[in-house]
């Protein structure tokens, strides 16, 4: 494996003349662009190479499941590394979008990859893997044997996406009262085990978390002890106003608008609320979506927002995915939605008069809006959900320029 990279970087090292990493700090010191890369997404022919990685200084690669006997393993071993035969041994080489992801690192040395596990769909056997000292050893190893030792080289370090101890997850997944306690000491033996890894190798290693921007669900992890185990948290400050929600209102505002029911469901609220916990600003990444979400039967009165919802959108508008990339193709400003800015949240929004059609999602002018907000605050950086969901590197090459100022 480590000729395989060696391979690699050789071979970009005589192609074209890379440009410059974005900027030259430490590894994890701050500011940081962090995107997520959803596997299944990342698999499109030649998604990865073509990804603005000048833009990024983390990609987390997502997702690495946990399994019913509490290891970490590969979410789907065909699309991660070309393993589509269930019935033989992983391979030693890369194929898949780990061999992508390899040539991508190696043209663009100042890049960090990580392995994120779990996500909201493969979270239901964290309250197991993390139950006891032994349980919890093994989870940590596991990790480290698959990802580190396996491919060395490739991968960075973990990002842990529980999705949620002790509650608010599937409804399928196992939950635990000692969830809450157990997340802490799953992270106090990751870290360690990681820390041995640097001592071996001479290589840093960095774990974070993704957490929910949601009160409730934080008070269900030990934030105060959890803080100095991690790098830094990524928070999902999207999603405040999901599908199916009786009011149109958006899915990541920064601030408020003005009428709002719920005041607390915005970045500036939930961010003061992981300052106020005592997270130092380096440690805090916001996160930003690169998606919009749509609601039907939404009456015009303020140009639908903060309206009443009563259908599902037209099969046509959601048809495709709902990603910018997607929005920006479906060139819905030359099909009766209109653009309209809330100087207030600072996001945008379109609504459709005729069909009630109202959508909230990010442009350039918000997502520059969030970056300004990170830098404006001295946080930690930027984080991404998707990478996928870009329009050619757009959104990406915007948070860059803001968060870098170049």
């Keep these: 494996m480590n000729k395989l990279i060696a391979a690699l970087a050789l071979l970009a090292a005589c192609g074209p003349t890379r440009l410059q ?15 997520y890369l959803f596997a299944p997404a990342a698999r499109a022919p030649g998604l990865i190479a073509s990804l603005p990685a000048n833009a990024y200084t983390h990609i987390d690669y997502a997702f690495a499941n946990v399994s019913p006997e509490g290891a970490m393993i590969l979410g789907n071993p065909c699309i991660d590394v070309g393993a ?7 391979p030693d080489t890369l194929g898949g979008n780990f061999r992508a992801l390899a040539a991508l690192k190696a043209a663009h040395p100042h890049l960090r990859l990580l392995v994120s596990v779990g996500g909201w769909g493969w979270s239901a056997h964290f309250s197991d893997a993390v139950l006891t000292d032994s349980s919890r050893r093994a989870f940590a190893s596991s ?14 370090g973990f990002d842990i996406d529980w999705e949620f101890p002790v509650g608010g997850g599937m409804p399928t997944n196992i939950v635990r009262p000692e969830d809450r306690a157990n997340y802490t000491l799953m992270l106090a033996e990751l870290r360690r085990q990681l820390d041995e890894e ?11 978390v993704a957490l929910n921007a949601h009160a409730p669900r934080n008070d269900h ?14 928070v999902m400050t999207y999603d405040f106003h999901d599908r199916g929600s009786p009011i149109a209102n958006f899915n990541a505002p920064l601030h408020s608008p003005m009428g709002d029911v719920a005041p607390s469901y915005n970045v500036d609220s939930s961010i003061t609320m992981f300052l106020a916990a005592g997270v130092p600003p380096s440690k805090i990444v916001v996160g930003v979506p690169f998606y919009g979400r749509a609601f039907g039967g939404v009456a015009p009165a303020n140009d639908g927002l903060l309206q009443p919802t009563s259908g599902a959108p037209p ?8 990603d910018y990339r997607s929005l920006v193709a479906k060139q819905l400003e030359t099909k009766g939605f209109v653009r309209h800015w809330d100087a207030v949240a600072e996001v945008p929004w379109l609504y459709n008069r005729e069909t009630g059609t109202w959508i909230t999602y990010d442009d350039p002018q918000s997502i520059a ?36 100022m170049r």
């Excluded at 640097?198 to 974070?208: A, C, D, F, S, V």
């Excluded at 992890?221 to 990524?234: A, M, S």
């Excluded at 959900?385 to 860059?400: E, F, H, K, N, P």
């Design 21 to 35: 990493p974005p900027h030259p700090v430490a590894i994890d010191a701050p500011p940081r662009v962090v995107g």
């Design 84 to 90: 589509c035969d269930s019935t033989a041994a992983l």
């Design 143 to 156: 990790g480290i044997e698959l990802f580190l030792h396996r491919w060395p080289g490739l991968f960075d």
């Design 198 to 208: 640097t001592q071996r190798t001479g290589r840093k290693y960095t774990l974070t």
């Design 221 to 234: 992890v030990e934030l105060d002890r959890i803080t100095p185990l991690v790098d830094w948290i990524n």
């Design 315 to 322: 099969a046509d508008v959601v048809a495709g995915g709902m």
């Design 369 to 404: 809006a969030k970056a300004d907000y990170a830098r404006r605050n001295a946080l930690g950086g930027v984080m991404i959900w998707q990478i996928a969901g870009d329009d050619s590197g757009r959104l990406a090459t915007v948070i860059a320029r803001r968060i870098f």
